[in-house]
């Protein structure tokens, strides 16, 4: 009888080691999301305001109905945050240049410089990781990711990877 190799036994995962990676999850989001809470409790913001100010930087001009599909939260919670934004003078909405209806979306240099401020801890956070866990690895938690994300969300994720485009 053969020995099974690391990657087989890893296919035959019990339900304590399933309950230990979900676990490790959990503490890693918390980790990650750590420095970032700390710089939006001092503007008295939460993590729907980094989502939103992370994907309009990732997509300038993109529209609030993008914006709420990315999210897949509410409407009226989109809005309240969104309010708050532009409020405070971190993203401007502008009328688009293709559908008058259409309100586009964009960082002021205020919500710049406070997207950089949140990302350049996590871009840190994930770098050394990527970097201490080596390249097989990384690809391997890519994978891993994939698998879980829900079958709806596929060309919304396969756009923001590849840098894709929007009407803006």
Do not use: C, W
């Not at 529209?63 to 409407?75: A, C, F, M, Q, Y």
């Not at 990527?130 to 698998?147: C, D």
């Amino acid at each position: 009888m053969q020995n099974p190799n690391r990657s087989d036994q890893l296919l035959f995962l019990t339900d304590e080691q399933l309950r230990q990676g979900i676990e490790m999850m959990f503490f890693a989001y918390r980790g990650f999301t750590a420095y970032p809470d700390r710089i939006l409790t001092e503007y008295g913001y939460g993590r729907a305001h980094h989502r939103a100010i992370h994907f309009i930087a990732r997509r300038p001009g993109l529209t609030v109905s993008e914006l709420l599909d990315i999210l897949g939260v509410t409407k009226q919670s989109l809005n309240r945050v969104l309010r708050e934004l532009v409020n405070n003078g971190l993203v401007e909405s502008r009328i688009g240049k293709k559908d008058r209806r259409q309100r586009n979306l964009h960082l002021t240099a205020e919500g710049t410089a406070l997207e950089k401020e949140l990302s350049n801890a996590q871009r840190q956070k994930m770098r050394k990781a990527y970097s201490a866990a080596g390249p097989e690895a990384v690809q391997g938690f890519r994978t891993v990711l994939n698998a879980m994300f829900e079958p709806e969300a596929a060309a919304q994720i396969k756009v923001l990877l590849n840098g894709g485009e929007n009407g803006g």
